[in-house]
């Protein structure tokens, strides 16, 4: 695969400029004992740059500034100013602030449209009485990060074409948030949008998390006001860590917005620490960070997995170019469900129970994952190839559920009643059974999807997805099927709510009032 070379950066600067004198000092040698100690056993990481599994591969330049910035303090008002200058100069924008991710960053852009620098009106939110309400989102740029915009009380007015957007456009307009998609593409784009806001004088904000930096900023070029990035996916610096950039009044707005002032954003702090870490990394960027040479190692590594994965019968790679919100090549690994007797699922649970351990994002039923590399040490490539092949060379297929007769007849509507850790909800499933499969929906309290699974024996497994605002939230469960006895047949078990943990639930056949 052949990628196109971008200059990124001109070169010049030095890392944690102005922050330390001298030469940064190197961190102390790694170990995991800092892990290990307490019982948390670390792993490779090939799920690139997932927040849950640590982000992605820090610079080693980026964790010396973060060490040398905790050993001094600075007042963070003059620590921003001095950083958001530097960072202006180099990134080639009117201005720049350090956020606690790319999820603070939106927050503190939204609270920059509706209150600006008022500080009467800082102190107000999220009460918006008065105020400008509402935030329009093309409906493919909708997703789980809204809710960094939706905390602030507004509310998301969802569009697909010019035409809507126009309708949708009125006096409680605030700002309108597009979704970066610099390395893929939507339907309904920010070249579509800009012109339509410019008309009407709305800020444009950009979510470009997964984005490397690339200057000049394309975003801002197309007529986007402000551009959030995430400091610990492709840019490798610290994870906690984002960049705010753009217009200068609205991202000096969204810093009053922040921490460490008494606003909205107070809780959303960003350390000095995180703040020179931001600034080295940034650093290491301008300094002509090349990319294409990361890419080119990544595909090597892909090359030498797929030597030794497709010596198994029925497995298959494939490297997947860069697009939208992984702007980064990754492998596809795929298998014939008829050679290797596994699914994804029990694939990526083996990965994780060896040793060392390794994260993978292999789940579900289905039978391909994909590999991503960035926050993969060298060498670490070489001992994912000889896992997967012992993987996929000795599968042990394990059904979970026995598929003989379902104990009882189920079809029909069922009320769940869900204890979680804290608090509970009644939700309502209606199934129809054929044979040991199951389908039907799941309506939650807010929420409605497709409900799909096993039933064999007294023993019951049943998924859903219910579409939420901008998220997806998966419930599995299992259980047992009881009765009949004097209170009818009924249904208990377990439910495990993807990152929300896990629940008990027990059901019992719906009676009409």
């Known amino acids: ?140 740029s909708r997703n789980v990060y809204d809710h960094a915009i939706r905390t602030l009380g507004v509310k998301i007015i969802e569009v697909s074409n010019a035409e809507e957007l126009r309708r949708a456009i009125g006096p409680h307009t605030a700002m309108i948030e597009v979704l970066g998609n610099h390395f893929g593409k939507a339907d309904f784009d920010l070249k579509d949008v800009a012109p339509i806001a410019r008309e009407h004088g709305i800020p444009i904000l950009v979510d470009a998390a997964a984005d490397y930096l690339i200057v000049p900023n394309p975003y801002l070029a197309l007529g986007a006001d402000l551009v959030a990035y995430s400091g610990g996916k492709i840019i490798r610096g610290p994870q906690g860590g984002g960049l ?8 000096r707005a ?13 809780a959303l702090k960003v350390t000095k ?36 994965v497709t010596k198994v019968p029925g497995v298959t790679t494939e490297v997947v170019p860069p697009v939208r919100g992984g702007p980064f090549p990754t492998l596809r690994l795929s298998w014939d469900k008829k050679k290797v007797k596994l699914t994804a699922g029990e694939v990526g649970r083996k990965m994780l129970d060896g040793e060392p351990r390794i994260m993978t994002q292999a789940s579900g039923e289905g039978t391909s994952f994909l590999i991503r590399p960035v926050a993969m040490k060298p060498g670490e490539y070489q001992i994912v190839a000889e896992r997967l092949l012992q993987v996929l060379s000795t599968p042990k297929f394990e059904n979970v559920i026995p598929l003989n007769s379902p104990f009882l007849k189920i079809d029909g509507a069922w009320d769940v009643d869900i204890q979680y850790e804290v608090g509970a909800a009644r939700h309502k499933q209606f199934l129809t059974v054929n044979a040991n499969q199951g389908t039907g929906t799941h309506e939650g309290g807010a929420y409605q999807g497709d409900l799909k699974g096993y039933i064999g024996g007294n023993q019951v497994k049943l998924r859903s997805t219910l579409p939420a605002d901008g998220n997806v939230l998966n419930y599995t469960f ?36």
Not at 102 to 113: E, I, Q, V
């Open 1 to 140: 695969m052949k990628l196109s070379r971008r200059r990124l950066f001109q070169s010049g600067g030095a890392v944690a400029a102005g922050l330390a004198a001298g030469t940064p000092v190197r961190a102390a040698a790694p170990s995991p004992d800092v892990y290990t100690r307490i019982g948390v056993r670390p792993f490779i990481n090939c799920t690139a740059t997932l927040t849950i599994n640590g982000g992605s591969l820090t610079f080693p330049e980026v964790i010396a500034a973060m060490e040398q910035a905790a050993h001094f303090h600075v007042d963070l008002d003059e620590l921003m100013e001095g950083v958001s200058a530097r960072l202006a100069e180099m990134l080639r924008v009117d201005w720049a602030i350090v956020t606690a991710g790319t999820a603070a960053a939106l927050t503190h852009a939204t609270a920059a449209c509706l209150v600006g620098t008022d500080p009467e009106k800082i102190q107000r939110l999220p009460n918006l009485a008065g105020l400008k309400d509402e935030v329009i989102m093309p409906r493919e």
């Open 244 to 251: 705010l950039v753009g217009r200068k009044d609205l991202v």
């Open 254 to 266: 969204a810093w009053a917005n922040s921490a460490p002032h008494h606003s909205f954003g107070r």
């Open 273 to 308: 620490e995180e703040i020179a870490g931001m600034l080295a990394a940034v650093e290491v960027w301008h300094r002509g960070r090349d990319i294409e040479a990361d890419f080119k190692e990544w595909e090597g590594w892909y090359a030498h997995i797929t030597e030794r």
């Open 478 to 513: 299992t259980g047992t099927v009881s009765g009949p006895g004097m209170s009818g047949t009924g249904m208990a078990g377990d439910v495990q709510i993807g990152e929300y943990g896990r629940a008990r639930w027990r059901a019992v056949r719906h009676t009409a009032v």
